[in-house]
């Protein structure tokens, strides 16, 4: 059986290279001890310069290997080191690996001293090397550097399972195919006959068990197609992700000799001129792109909060689709896409430019094998990105790509995103990125007249760049992004021919200096690149139905208007209707804007009238001038006094007069009924119902004490094949529990017991919020988070930290027999 020690833990790191540092006997005491996944160096938030992390370093480690392993073949794994790696292990160089994305791996098992310590070194040039795709031009995100995902070290048997590509066909119909693509690896290379025992189950009941006999070939590799009719299972679409296991089992008679897992899930992807399908069922793909970075560390961080994205893209946004921009990433975030029923589009990595023809495309179809190799099992992946992001046409490079992508899976259609509308469409998809919406034009493209033809069509970028949008800007800017987005998705629902959208994009990211706002951030983002949501975030998240969302774009107040003039207020929410309460005054009730917004499934409710029928309880004009008096001050509060139209000034005058009342009387009853001019304080509150039953509440109010909250994503940390780490998130709140947006107070973190902060321990809210994340240090036990403000005083946190000894983690990884490909 195989045995699995995750080396993640303890390396000496030196942020130089000097090929001394290779020799088993150089002394490395001085280096840095780290821990993996690890940045090559931290970052700032923003204004620096991107050099800083493009240099070569040097990560070593020491490893005992007992002498009962000699007789097993020994393969050493890296997830992903970026950009450049030349592994050494006793001064001999074992492997290189080119890209920064993918895995890599190889047998180390005759340099390897048993009953004896091993040296184990990693070069690394975290630099932008021309001959390796991202590269040779300019780039629109940073690629830090360092080994940045998982390291271990597999000890197997003679005879294993390298791989399984589990296909599943004819999956509408009650007797689905299992159709089995099995790898096995013969070390041995010694001819030999073996049972394979092949158990599908599902929550670790089995669903189907059979049997099949090999006879082995002395060919190091061997590849088997094996097919098998199931009935009886359940298909996996985004609502109900259903997961399978297929289990293997390589037995010499009674002798178990290998055992792998592989999960899958039954499902059909198909795209076609009238959209796209899930297991025969149009569904519209409601998406945003993702970067795999986060501040400080870049792309360095565990299992928990990659799995974290995932869950914000669909439980907080209420996404069925996540775009891959623009590179493979990580295994963690992508099993939690698995799980939850969060579609993927998975991408090689690259940004507009292709390099010259050798090495570089050589790469890229490398990183297509690896891509593919890493991820065919996944149902969540429901399209290959076999192009170079908005890159030009280039028909030879890109009819070997898609060649390639279908060779090795034919069950994913291709795409290939662009920019450019009249390209070659070599790929299954037409793959757009569409930026036309300006907030003036029409929001997306017909696809006849991007294509000139009818054809399976999927926008994959739109707005982001077009208006980029901080936590900070004003509730006028901020709103527009919003609507932006809006606008684009009720074009997309709109037009059959478009399979769906994926918003540019779920948060903010570091960039090169040649984009963003020059700080070296891109605010493309709904969220900031905390993870903390800005309001275009509501236009995704009201768009689902499973859970009561309501989210008003406005703080109410009228002196952070215009002219302080309160306009139209927009609730995003998938409720029925609002009621609008003024200092627990009802004023009226509010439905969804279907005429402005007719395709979204939940347009937003517009708020238009804040006045309701005050004036006539509370005044002493007649009806028919309560009702004129209601209308002029609804038209003053939207464009003004100046802006009134002649006709309604001659109103405003007349009425005036009729009612024996001077200039500064309309004034006051503006003051009363619209700004609350006077007031001890104006509460809005806003009810939201779903039939007859409210389900939703928000309030917005002048604000006079604020307080600190603070969220922790999870309290309880595990230290097994790596460190952990959670996020905290601190806001500035007022009495409804709405953020400060102006808030930018100061806050000290301090930690006590085994966590530590990553980044820096001061830092200060930026349009009301931050967030920041801690890391275990090795040592279980409870441990405080502590954060100082000089207004708020001390808020205080504890996580209970907890360690799986590395003994327990290789055995319980043997018992799984979990596949390592």
Not at 186 to 204: I, M, P, Y
Not at 396 to 420: F, I, M, N, W
Not at 626 to 638: F, G, P, T, Y
Request: glycine share 6%.
């Amino acid at each position: 059986m195989r045995e699995v020690r995750h080396l993640n833990f303890d390396w000496k790191y030196s942020p130089e290279f000097r090929q001394e540092f290779v020799d088993s006997g150089f002394d490395d005491s001085k280096f840095e001890v780290v821990q993996i996944p690890h940045a090559n160096t931290e970052l700032p938030y923003n204004n620096f310069d991107e050099k800083r992390y493009q240099f070569e370093s040097c990560y070593r480690k020491s490893l005992y290997v007992e002498s009962e392993l000699k007789s097993k073949p020994a393969i050493l794994h890296f997830e992903g080191v970026m950009t450049y790696a030349k592994v050494f292990l006793n001064g001999h160089q074992v492997m290189e690996h080119k890209g920064g994305y993918t895995p890599f791996k190889a047998d180390v098992s005759r340099f390897l001293k048993y009953g004896a310590d091993n040296q184990l070194v990693v070069y690394v040039d975290s630099s932008e090397r021309r001959e390796i795709p991202p590269f040779g031009y300019v780039v629109d995100y940073l690629t830090y550097g360092g080994i940045y995902r998982e390291v271990w070290l597999e000890f197997t048997e003679q005879v294993i399972v390298e791989n399984c590509h589990v296909r599943t066909r004819n999956v509408l119909s009650p007797e689905k195919l299992l159709d089995l693509n099995l790898y096995l690896t013969n070390f041995a290379q010694r001819t030999s006959t073996v049972n394979l025992e092949f158990s599908v189950l599902k929550e670790d009941q089995p669903v189907l068990t059979f049997l099949e006999t090999v006879d082995l070939t002395e060919d190091s590799h061997q590849q088997l197609n094996i097919q098998q009719i199931i009935s009886g299972v359940e298909l996996w679409d985004t609502e109900n992700p259903n997961l399978y296991i297929l289990d293997v089992k390589i037995k010499n008679h009674d002798r178990l000799i290998d055992q792998s897992s592989f999960r899958f899930g039954f499902r059909q992807v198909e795209f076609n001129n009238d959209g796209f399908f899930l297991n025969g069922n149009r569904l519209k793909i409601r998406g945003l792109n993702r970067h795999q970075s986060f501040p400080y560390v870049g792309y360095a961080m565990p299992k928990r909060v990659q799995q974290k994205d995932a869950e914000i893209l669909k439980q907080e946004l209420g996404l069925n689709t996540v775009r891959l921009s623009h590179y493979p990433q990580s295994n963690h975030f992508l099993d939690r896409c698995d799980e939850l029923g969060l579609l993927v589009f998975d991408e090689i990595p690259g940004w507009q430019h292709i390099g010259e023809k050798g090495e570089w495309w050589d790469i890229t179809l490398q990183h297509v094998e690896e891509m593919i190799k890493k991820d065919w099992n996944r149902p969540s992946i429901f399209i290959w990105g076999v192009r170079i992001n908005e890159s030009e046409d280039c028909d030879a490079l890109y009819q070997e790509t898609r060649r390639l992508a279908k060779s090795l899976d034919d069950t994913r259609p291709t795409g290939g995103v662009r920019c450019r509308k009249d390209s070659n469409l070599i790929e299954d998809v037409y793959t757009y990125n569409d930026f036309v919406h300006n907030g003036k034009t029409h929001g997306l493209d017909r696809p006849k007249d991007v294509i000139g033809y009818d054809a399976p069509y999927l926008v994959t970028e739109h707005n982001g760049h077009m208006f980029p949008t901080k936590q900070f800007d004003s509730q006028e800017h901020r709103l527009e992004h919003a609507l932006r987005h809006l606008r684009v998705l009720d074009a997309m629902y709109g037009d059959d021919g478009i399979g769906g959208a994926i918003g540019w994009c779920m948060f903010d990211y570091n960039t090169h200096k040649d984009f963003g706002s020059g700080d070296r951030i891109c605010y493309h983002g709904v969220m900031d690149m905390f993870r903390i949501p800005k309001y275009a975030a509501a236009t995704y998240a009201s768009q689902q139905n499973q859970t009561p969302y309501l989210k008003v774009l406005s703080n109410m107040r009228m002196g952070d208007y215009p002219g302080s003039e309160l306009s139209d207020v927009h609730v995003f929410t998938n409720c029925d209707y609002i009621k609008l309460y003024k200092n627990d005054q009802y004023i009226e009730t509010f439905y969804p804007a279907r005429e402005q917004y007719p395709h979204v499934p939940n347009p937003p409710i517009i708020i238009d009238n804040f006045i309701g029928n005050l004036i006539e309880e509370n005044e002493s004009f007649s009806k028919s001038d309560c009702r004129l008096m209601k209308s002029l001050l609804i038209e003053v509060s939207r464009v003004g006094l100046e802006g009134l139209s002649l006709f309604s000034k001659l109103k405003m005058l007349y009425l005036l007069k009729k009612n024996r009342m001077k200039l500064s009387d309309g004034v006051a009853l503006y003051g009363k009924y619209v700004g609350g001019w006077g007031d001890s304080a104006t509460t809005f509150r806003i009810e939201g119902y779903r039939g007859s039953e409210l389900v939703c509440t928000q309030s917005c109010q002048q604000s006079f004490e604020q307080r600190l909250d603070v969220q922790v994503d999870d309290v309880d940390l595990l230290e097994d094949e790596t460190y952990d780490t959670t996020r905290f998130v601190i806001r500035c709140l007022d009495e409804g529990d709405n953020v400060l947006t102006y808030a930018s107070d100061t806050l000290n973190i301090e930690t006590e017991g085994p966590v530590d902060v990553i980044g820096p321990k001061s830092i200060a809210l930026v349009g009301g919020g931050i967030a920041f994340w801690v890391r275990t240090t090795g040592v279980s036990g409870e441990a405080i988070v502590r954060i100082r403000n000089e207004r708020f005083g001390v808020v205080e946190q504890r996580i209970q930290v907890s360690k799986q000894s590395q003994a327990s983690i290789r055995h319980e990884k043997s018992e799984q027999a979990v596949c390592l490909e």
